[in-house]
């Protein structure tokens, strides 16, 4: 019997919880894997909507990993100059079959060191953030670079997940579990890129980020220099 596949998602304060509930919906269902939830401590963590999440291992005590995964969200901007959340992404991808992320959390693969020559998605508002980190901006829902493999912003992590499923098992197992979670997409607006928004909903967005972004930039500003 071959040994389970190995799948940790990590969780930390301010996750965006799609970000990282849609991948592991995925990964759920793919026959004989085991996902592990990784934080520094196994106690509650608040995502960045109501919904709390409990880790289900610690960095100390994670087995090695055939995929490490790291979502997006506010509180990633805490993770890029976190010597600890660093230190285990690098250890983690060293016997990694497959590095990867979803939204901005490529960026948390940027500040390890991860990304560097690689392309890499992200979400849209942090594009140009990318390239701090050595990589290429990619605007795309998924992207494939060797064995990393990052997903565009927040609904994007499906996407991701299945796409990795079918290079994990197959493309039969990976439309399978389509199907199961009925994932036909057919969205009421066409406001889902900034490409397609109108100038009037991309500008309140922005106008709604601009300190987040403030903060953002900061952060990879800070991480980005400690690599030089």
Not at 35 to 60: C, G, M, N, Q, Y
């Amino acid at each position: 019997m071959s040994a389970p596949l190995q799948i940790g998602l990590l969780v930390f304060p301010r996750v965006t919880q799609l970000d990282f509930t849609g991948p592991l919906q995925v990964f759920a269902n793919v026959p004989g894997a085991k996902l592990h939830l990784i934080w520094k401590r196994i106690e509650p963590v608040p995502s960045d909507s109501v919904l709390t999440l409990t880790p289900t291992t610690t960095f100390a005590d994670c087995p090695q990993l055939d995929v490490i995964c790291v979502p997006g969200g506010g509180g990633t901007d805490d993770l890029l100059n976190d010597d600890e959340v660093l230190d285990f992404l690098r250890r983690q991808a060293e016997g990694a079959k497959y590095v990867t992320s979803v939204c901005t959390g490529s960026l948390a693969l940027g500040a390890a060191g991860l990304l560097k020559g690689y392309r890499a998605a992200t979400h849209w508002s942090a594009m140009e953030m990318l390239s701090q980190f050595g990589a290429t901006p990619t605007k795309t829902r998924v992207c494939v670079d060797r064995n990393r493999v990052t997903g565009g912003g927040v609904t994007a992590g499906i996407d991701f997940a299945l796409t990795l499923v079918s290079i994990l098992c197959n493309r039969t197992t990976a439309e399978a579990i389509q199907l199961q979670l009925e994932y036909n997409p057919a969205p009421p607006f066409n406001s889902g890129s900034p490409d397609t928004a109108s100038a009037d909903v991309l500008a309140l967005l922005r106008e709604r980020g601009a300190p987040r972004q403030a903060r953002r930039l900061e952060a990879v500003a800070r991480a980005s220099a400690r690599m030089m």
